[in-house]
């Protein structure tokens, strides 16, 4: 297969004909197709080679109404004029509370507090002297236990002298 020079400068240059795939002399000078076009000759048809136009169609942009500007006229009030409510109505309660109400709500959170701290230790208290009570109780029981154990160690000694003491005889 014999290429022009042209070709042989710019090997991805498009050209009219694809070259069908052949084997080559080793020693060729030839160059390879681009990728390229080696994709398009082997995906394209014999019947059409006109690409189907569904598959190029995209979906129409729908147009949207414009939310306007948010621009506001430096004469427009900043604040929302007061409004005067009626005493029961919700809106009219403020969360803003007299320096008077505030005191008393600060001493009746410190005494609840303080209840409860009285409360804890109180009940730490009685944890702390029911597991000295405890430990008393376990110290009294291991020294009972070496007691036993001495007792059986005794017995086992003056059985077994005996034992021995009978089968000498």
């Keep these: 297969m014999a290429s022009t020079p042209s070709q042989l ?8 004909t694809i070259p069908s795939i052949t084997k080559t002399d080793p ?3 030839s160059l390879p197709t681009p990728p390229s076009s080696q994709s ?15 598959k190029l169609n995209r979906p129409t942009i729908v147009s949207r109404k414009s939310s306007g500007t948010n621009i506001i006229p430096r004469e427009a009030p900043t604040e929302a004029p007061p409004q005067n409510f009626p005493p029961d109505d919700a809106r009219a309660m403020s969360p803003r509370r007299s320096t008077e109400e505030t005191d008393q709500m600060l001493v009746s959170a410190r005494l609840s507090i303080e209840r409860r701290a009285q409360d804890m230790q109180s009940g730490l208290s009685a944890i702390a002297t029911q597991i000295q009570t405890v430990s008393k109780n376990c110290e009294s029981l291991d020294r009972q236990n070496q007691a036993l154990q001495d007792a059986i160690g005794d017995m086992t000694r003056s059985l077994s ?4 003491s009978s089968k000498k005889k």
Excluded: H, W, Y
């Design 9 to 16: 400068d710019d090997p991805f240059q498009s050209s009219p």
């Design 27 to 29: 020693t060729s000078t």
């Design 40 to 54: 398009q000759s082997s995906t394209s048809t014999d019947t059409d080679e006109t690409p189907n136009p569904a």
């Design 161 to 164: 002298r005996e034992s021995l």
